[in-house]
């Protein structure tokens, strides 16, 4: 269909036969995209779409939801003082676990694909092993342990940096400190292993081409070559590292216990989990569950816009 003859049909009728013209033409792709789509649509995309329509009711799963408007998120934000520490300690979490956790699964990957593959399995192999570990929880609880028997306090008593044990995982000043670097070490595992595989299907060719246009030094080659040849990688390591670090409820759970002293290691995660899992107050969770999903989205759009500056 020529530009001329969609011109006389309008531009409205134009795109829908163009499209329709496009769907019969790649409709064999389509076929093979529906039962994913249909699934997704099912399990994904409808709850999203539900749990934002809940948010605007008093719902209890006993009865059915009434329509209340705004005012679970007026509650969230104006009387909820649980909420607001939690929301704090979450931007926090997100904003130092985030990008280091981004950053260390780049350059590990980096590091790491320059040795030789036997060597290169190991290492990952024992990079990625915490994030697949089951009860990895006991090491650090032993580590800070508040007893003189914890290896920290054991350390410090010994080399006289302290007189008495410290309460790590009972005092405020030391729990979130100690989640981020228990998340840190969590962190290393699906987007590092997505950096390894973008590292080892590269181009080499670009690489030998860059050198004969003027890359001089590896900084370099990351800079222009590599990471512009890495950006579907980069970016959904991007994704999983910024859902990880939003959705922060298992490390702050089994570490600090729930709900923790003071509420120093709450999250907007377990604070969806008291409200949805336990409280069964649905509408209130859901509309918690809808501030995370729109902080989750409006930062991996900002790190999106970003990526595309790599490389320039």
């Given amino acids: 269909m020529t530009d001329s003859s969609l011109h006389r049909l309008g531009p409205g009728k134009g795109r829908v036969s163009l499209f329709l013209r496009e769907m019969k033409i790649k409709r064999h792709g389509y076929m093979l995209l529906a039962p994913y789509f249909t699934l997704f649509l099912i399990f994904t995309a409808f709850p999203v779409f539900m749990a934002f329509a809940?948010?605007?009711?008093?719902?209890?799963?006993?009865e059915p939801p009434s329509f209340i408007g705004w005012e679970n998120y007026a509650n969230l934000f104006i009387k909820d003082e649980v909420f607001l520490i939690a929301l704090k300690n979450t931007l926090l979490f997100a904003a130092v676990t985030g990008p280091l956790s981004y950053i260390a699964c780049f350059f590990l990957a980096w590091l790491i694909n320059e040795l030789s593959p036997v060597i290169r399995s190991v290492i990952t192999l024992l990079?990625?092993?915490?994030?697949?570990?089951?009860?990895?929880?006991?090491?650090?609880?032993?580590a800070f342990s508040g007893d003189s028997f914890g290896y920290i306090n054991a350390f410090l008593m010994k080399w006289g940096f302290i007189l008495e044990p410290i309460q790590w995982l009972q005092d405020p000043k030391y729990m979130l400190i100690i989640l981020m670097?228990?998340?840190l070490w969590l962190s290393l595992g699906t987007a590092f292993l997505a950096f390894i595989a973008g590292l080892q299907g590269m181009d080499m060719s670009l690489i030998e081409a860059g050198a004969i246009d003027g890359i001089r030094n590896r900084w370099q080659e990351l800079w222009f070559i590599t990471l512009p040849s890495l950006r579907p990688m980069l970016m959904f390591g991007a994704v999983m590292q910024i859902t990880s670090s939003?959705?922060?409820?298992?490390?702050a759970t089994n570490m600090v216990g729930f709900p923790s002293p003071q509420y120093a290691g709450h999250t907007i995660v377990t604070h969806l989990n008291?409200?949805?899992?336990?409280?069964f107050e649905m509408g209130y969770a859901s509309a918690i569950a809808t501030v995370l999903f729109v902080m989750m989205l409006g930062s991996n759009l900002i790190v999106q816009k970003l990526l595309r500056k790599v490389g320039d």
Wanted: proline share 2%; no cysteine; glycine share 4%.
């Fill in 127 to 142: 990079f990625y092993a915490p994030s697949i570990s089951g009860n990895v929880y006991l090491i650090w609880q032993v």
């Fill in 246 to 251: 939003f959705a922060v409820a298992d490390v």
């Fill in 54 to 62: 809940l948010s605007f009711t008093n719902f209890n799963i006993l």
């Fill in 181 to 183: 670097l228990v998340q």
């Fill in 274 to 279: 008291d409200f949805g899992s336990i409280r």
